[in-house]
């Protein structure tokens, strides 16, 4: 419940923040903004329900309620893997291609990356959640997790299921592994062209921005990789729910922490809008 509250604050006002200062409208915040609020998304589809029934005694969900859980946590996780590469992307063409950096990051590219990001993550959110809902479940109906995860869920299906499990390797692989390996290149050129910037100033400013995306997606991707693309055989629920606490649950809570404390323009648009909403009440 903490972490819950304060992943919430921290997310809900990241968004906030960004949209009220005019020095943060570029399209590096604007992406932030959008990963703010994913993560706020993101742990509000399986925390919730957790806190309710451990307050309640309970440990059960309805038909229709684990359909919703599902299309909205796998359509937060496509979606912020997107987000990421975005973000990644930005940041390779603000330092590698300065000159182009406005033609090739416009307000109309920075839309199109956003809207292309949440599409996406939708409908692939939608034909997984469409078809887990769709096989019979003749044995147990006690999924062994703390939320509706399809991976937990396949091994309750009276049906040979190894043609979706494929499937969800495939689907896996195009919105985290692709991602992930574009977002490495690009940092890879990034670290190059930092490491041979002239200006310490500089070079100081561009590694503490990058080190700061990096260490976001290490967070993100490690835990989610490493549980979906191992095959049923090398995985343990224990194993499975305890790295879902990381991504489920600490990463929306650490991620706006790690872009305020690390970052002087975020930490002065806090203060500027601070300073606004004070001197509004005198």
Known sequence: ???????????????????LD???????????????????LYISSTVPKMVSN???????????GCGVQMFFFLTMAGSEGLILASMAYDRFMAICHPLHYPIRMSKVTCVKMILGSWTLGSINSLAHTVYALHLPYCRSR???????????MLPLACVDTWVYEYMVFV????????????????????LFAVFHMRSKEGRRKAFTTCSTHLTVV??????????????????????????????TILTPMLNPIIYSLRNKEVLGALGRVCGMFSSRKT
């Open 1 to 19: 419940m903490v972490v819950f509250v304060l992943a919430s604050v921290g997310n809900s006002g990241m968004t906030a923040l960004i949209l």
């Open 22 to 40: 005019p020095r943060l409208h570029t399209p590096m915040y604007f992406l932030l903004s959008q990963l703010s609020l994913m993560d706020l």
């Open 54 to 64: 451990f307050l309640l005694g309970q440990n059960g969900i309805s038909f229709l």
């Open 142 to 152: 006690a999924i062994n997790h703390f939320f509706c995860d399809v991976p937990a």
């Open 171 to 190: 689907s896996t692989s195009l919105f985290l592994l692709v991602p992930f390996l574009g977002i490495t290149a690009s940092y890879g050129r990034v």
């Open 218 to 247: 290490t967070f993100y991707y490690t835990p989610f990789v490493y549980t979906y693309l191992r095959p049923r055989s090398l995985r343990s629920p224990a194993e499975d729910k305890n790295l879902a606490v990381f991504y």
